[in-house]
């Protein structure tokens, strides 16, 4: 998956970009474009709020440049899996679990609750493991590169 971001700064090797979350529907091609408008641009854009992460800036971009940032297809799968799928299926294992050990459905429900909740601890100890390891993103390409910013 490749898209559009800006570098705010870089330190070594790793940079840290501000991508538009929006820009992952710059490829529709629904009517011409769906220019956001569509049905999930809303729910799984985030309606154009900006996010910030870290890159591997192995080509040199510097504060400024507008670069095209790229993400493995199995990295991106694999991040929606274990956020879209995780709760549901720690939910439902909890849900089991509980109903068979206190043979209640009652006691399944409040189990798959407290599931789905703790599933999210767990999508956060992912998450805070990543951050000790190289970025999954890489700065591909520069786009452009602002006059004033030194070459």
Known sequence: MRQ???VIRTEGKIAEIEVS????CDGCQK?????????????IAGSGKKMKTTAQNRIGAKAGDIVEVETGSTTVLG???LVFLMPIVVSAVFYFL???VFASGTAG???A???FVLSFAGISAVERSKKKSLPDIVIADI???PENNGL
């Not at 979350?21 to 992952?24: G, T, V």
């Open 21 to 24: 979350r929006s820009s992952m």
């Open 98 to 100: 509980a109903e068979a």
């Open 109 to 111: 429900v409040i189990a």
């Open 79 to 81: 991040y929606a899996a």
């Open 31 to 43: 009517n011409g474009g769906c220019e956001h408008h569509c049905e999930l641009s809303g729910l």
């Open 113 to 115: 609750a407290v599931g």
């Open 4 to 6: 559009r971001a800006v």
């Open 143 to 145: 786009v452009e590169r």
